[in-house]
């Protein structure tokens, strides 16, 4: 299989606080991980590709230095959201890319809410 | 710019209907195709996928999908929907050498028992 978990699937923080989220491919390496974000009832919308020991590229309009990606080995990469406020409440999502794929494969999500 | 679109966004059938949902993509050259699945409270999964080859594609749970060129098109279709594939539907595309994916809007399926 290709699996990829998100850890944690939910978490609560306070306005002004950072908040981690790890995706980790399970059991293959990702060269190539990407992050996404979920509005309530639309679709995914592609905030960074990260590729393991580079630097990750953002997508127009995403502030990087809000979002903070690292993928320091082929099984991990974490999003930082730095200083969170409420509209950054949403659902994160990643994939993973194997070298040499073509099909990404998803994690189960992280529900944030800044309160 | 790609772009990709699902006209339809929220389909209710009942059980044993037949099924198609649109997707249109807005790209020149040759592109990668896919559908993917959300389960209520679930992850994406991949339904199927079209990199090249027989431009009719067969995924999983009896879902298949057609891509025409001439068209910019990559419907999903299924003969006969059962209550268990109420979920939401999201097609996405890419080119090839390009890893980003573009998605669609989705469209929600529900399928009444």
């Known amino acids: 299989g290709a699996v990829v978990s998100q850890h944690p699937s939910w978490v609560i923080c306070k306005s002004g606080t950072s908040v981690k989220i790890e995706c980790r491919s399970l059991?293959?390496?990702?060269?190539?991980m990407f992050w996404y974000r979920q509005f309530p009832k639309q679709s995914l919308m592609l905030m960074a590709t990260?590729?393991?020991?580079?630097?990750?590229?953002?997508e127009q309009g995403v502030e990087k230095d809000k979002f903070l990606i690292n993928h320091a080995s082929l099984t991990l990469s974490t999003l930082t959201v730095t200083s969170a406020h409420p509209e950054d409440s949403s659902f994160y999502i990643c994939?993973?890319?194997?070298?040499?794929?073509?099909?990404?494969?998803f994690g189960p999500g992280t529900r944030l809410t800044v309160l | 710019a790609q772009s990709v679109s699902q006209h339809n966004h929220h389909v209710i059938l009942s059980e044993a209907a037949s099924l198609e949902l649109g997707c249109n993509y807005s790209?020149?050259?040759?592109?990668?195709l896919f559908w993917y699945v959300q389960y209520p409270g679930q992850h994406l999964q991949l339904l199927l996928k079209?990199?090249?080859?027989?431009?009719l594609v067969k995924g999983i749970k009896g879902f298949e999908a057609e891509f025409i060129k001439s068209k910019f098109s990559f419907n999903l279709r299924k003969p006969s929907v059962q209550w268990s594939d109420t979920a939401e539907y999201f097609c996405?595309?890419?080119?090839?050498?390009?890893?980003?994916?573009?998605f669609g809007t989705g469209t929600r399926l529900t399928v009444i028992p």
């Open positions: 059991d293959f390496q990702a060269t190539t």
């Open positions: 790209y020149g050259g040759t592109v990668n």
């Open positions: 990260s590729n393991e020991g580079s630097k990750a590229t953002y």
């Open positions: 996405a595309v890419n080119a090839p050498g390009a890893n980003n994916l573009f």
């Open positions: 079209y990199f090249s080859g027989d431009p």
């Open positions: 994939s993973a890319m194997r070298e040499n794929g073509r099909e990404q494969f």
